[in-house]
């Protein structure tokens, strides 16, 4: 598997030495960052702006297994996973804080690769790192994330603004990231029953990215803006499909209808998830970390993105009365359940479907 390795303590460094290791290379690329690193809090300026604030953070054994999780993977998926929620509310994301929680038997070398990711990221998605925290754990490794961002007031999109007839749209494909965990988690085994086997994870290159180094939709709201769209509701993908279209029909007191057969999901995944038994359907509703944005549009603005190969149209909203259904493609009508990743359960629950 991956090697974490490396020789320098982190100890010889000791706190305040590891945060200016890890940040005295900083250079500014906002304007609105006024005091970054170094001072008892960051100065920032959103000039007239709203301000998105939000926060999340990935912990070892429960986010991510460094068996097969390279560092500076890690290190951009958790700045990722942060920035698409401000695509998420239609924003820009301008700043980060990076906290991070390491034991004292990693490396400098390891913090160091973490940190490549977390700046490639940034740099990137021209965002600023202005802050954070550094502690010793004993226990795991643990990264907060929390992403400052901006929109004009007229531009943010909720979760609670569907409206009955709005169609249904998610960018990308979905079920991929779940797939490339099970492929990884699979081969994890194998090579802890016989280190001398490498990793069979040939020509799977796609969905092994859609796990460990995921992209937030920046270009779709770019897209979205362009084409003079703006979404009456959104969501990223995190915790699966139908976790996250629950959300927007509770939030906005409505209904709706999903179709299977209009839910994107890449030929590699979909063969992935038959080789290991599950419904590829199954995975792109209830597998998360797509990190693909969920959003519904007013009907008159169908034409302006029906032809966009990386947006599909899987459903509409309804009434809330006419509850929240599934369509198979069988033409069965199924309720659609909140089976989304929570992290309070086990993966055997993990696994179940809309069905
Ligand atoms: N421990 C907490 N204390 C306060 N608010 C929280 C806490 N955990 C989550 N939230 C808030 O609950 C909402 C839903 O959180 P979450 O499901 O994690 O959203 P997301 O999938 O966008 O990360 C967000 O507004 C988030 O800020
Ligand atoms: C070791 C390991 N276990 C489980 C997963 C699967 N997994 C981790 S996070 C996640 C979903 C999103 O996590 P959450 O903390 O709920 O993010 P949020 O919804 O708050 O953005 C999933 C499916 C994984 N990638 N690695
Ligand atoms: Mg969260």
């Not at 890690?74 to 820009?92: C, E, F, P, R």
Request: glycine fraction near 8%.
């Amino acid at each position: 598997m991956f090697n974490n390795k490396g020789t320098t303590g982190i100890e010889q460094l000791g706190e305040f030495g590891l945060i200016d290791h890890l940040t005295k290379n900083i250079e500014i690329k906002q304007k609105g960052t006024i005091k970054s690193v170094g001072d008892d809090a960051a100065v920032l300026d959103f000039s007239g702006k709203k301000v998105l604030v939000s926060t999340d953070m990935l912990l070892e054994g429960i986010h991510f297994d460094l068996a097969y999780t390279p560092f500076k993977h890690l290190g951009y998926k958790a700045i990722q996973v942060n920035l698409s929620d401000v695509y998420a509310m239609n924003g820009t994301p301008a700043q980060v804080t990076v906290s991070i929680a390491v034991s004292s038997k990693f490396p400098l070398e390891a913090i160091e690769e973490l940190y490549q990711g977390i700046y490639l990221a940034c740099d990137k998605y021209n965002v600023d790192l202005v802050g954070g925290d550094t502690s010793a754990s004993k226990q795991g490794l643990i990264i907060s994330v929390t992403v400052l961002g901006y929109a004009d007031e007229k531009d943010i999109v909720y979760r609670n603004t569907a409206q009955e007839g709005d169609l249904i749209c998610v960018s990308g494909d979905l079920g991929g990231a779940y797939t490339g965990l099970q492929l990884l988690e699979r081969e994890k085994l194998v090579y802890l029953e016989n280190p001398q086997i490498q990793p069979d994870l040939e020509g799977k290159d796609y969905i092994i990215e859609r796990q460990l180094k995921p992209e937030a939709r920046k270009d779709i709201i770019e897209l979205l803006k362009a084409w003079e769209v703006l979404p009456t509701a959104m969501i990223d993908v995190s915790d699966g499909l139908a976790s996250e279209i629950l959300h927007i029909c509770t939030q906005s007191n409505k209904g709706c209808n999903l179709y299977e057969e209009k839910i994107p999901i890449d030929p590699m995944t979909y063969d992935t998830a038959r080789d290991f038994n599950l419904d590829p359907t199954v995975c792109a509703l209830s597998g998360g970390e797509d990190y693909e944005l969920l959003f519904t549009i007013k009907q008159a603005d169908y034409d302006k993105i029906k032809n966009h190969p990386d947006i599909s149209i899987i459903g509409h909203i309804t009434e809330a009365a006419a509850g929240r259904n599934l369509v198979t493609k069988s033409g069965m009508v199924h309720e659609l359940k909140a089976q989304g990743w929570n992290a309070f359960k086990g993966p055997q629950t993990n696994t179940q479907g809309a069905e």
